[in-house]
């Protein structure tokens, strides 16, 4: 099974609609993160989250809000999605240390099409 | 802003050729990452380097972190179809371990 676990894996959906996207981990890392990766822009961060109160804004967090309800969960809201959203979504987890050399674990990816 | 600039952004080599891939920035980093991404799934850590100068080997894979750890750059021997896949930098900035910034990714074919 995998250790950082998306769903959807794929979603397609119209304008104005509210959608929802699931991350859930069994690597019992503190840290989750949301990126969305579009071609020739890279990976860009949405939001993170180091521990169940703790929740920040990334480089792009406009149009999106999180939740994060337990330390194994991370979920990614759009509240009226827009075809400029239309992406590559990943979840990923990382260890909590002090050391800034821990890597980052990442999901399978969630392709979401907006219409 | 701090930035992470990868060269090239596409690579199309023949498989048995050498290939190097560049990770640059004005920035100093306390570490930097490589990443493979394959088509259909998330990126998966190649490796880590920490100290300035620092060189690792993976197989035909050959890593280093320049001595001002300002830069990286990734060298592949001899590449084989299994190398092809889009590669990654990202970089923990010194003094703040809260996030990492990334390179855009060189996307790389190998043609048997």
């Known amino acids: 099974d995998a250790d950082v676990t998306q769903t959807p894996r794929n979603r397609i959906t119209k304008t104005g609609k509210r959608i929802m996207l699931e991350c859930s981990q069994t690597?019992?890392?503190?840290?989750m993160y949301w990126y969305r990766q579009d071609p020739g822009l890279g990976l860009r961060l949405i939001y993170y989250?180091?521990?169940?109160?703790?929740?920040n804004k990334g480089e792009i967090s406009d149009g999106y809000s999180v939740s994060r309800q337990a330390q194994a969960k991370f979920s990614l809201s759009l509240e009226s999605a827009i075809p400029n959203q239309t992406a590559l979504y990943f979840c990923?987890?990382?260890?909590?240390?002090?050391?800034?050399?821990?890597?980052?674990?990442f999901g399978d990816g969630t392709r979401l099409s907006i219409l | 802003t701090q930035l992470l600039e990868q060269s090239p952004q596409f690579l199309s080599i023949q498989e048995g050729e050498n290939l190097t891939v560049y990770c640059n920035s004005s920035?100093?980093?306390?570490?930097l990452q490589w990443y493979r991404q394959e088509p259909g799934e998330g990126p998966v850590l190649l490796v880590t380097v920490v100290t300035g100068g620092e060189v690792k080997k993976l197989k035909r894979l050959t890593f280093q972190f320049g001595d001002a750890r300002k830069d990286s750059s990734l060298h592949i021997t001899a590449a084989q179809p299994g190398d092809t896949g889009l590669y990654l930098c990202a970089g923990a900035p010194a003094g703040n371990n809260r996030k990492l910034i990334w390179g855009l990714g060189t996307s790389l074919a190998v043609n048997p």
């Open positions: 690597k019992g890392h503190d840290r």
């Open positions: 990923a987890t990382s260890e909590s240390t002090g050391a800034s050399n821990q890597p980052q674990h």
């Open positions: 989250s180091f521990d169940v109160k703790d929740i």
């Open positions: 920035s100093v980093f306390s570490s």
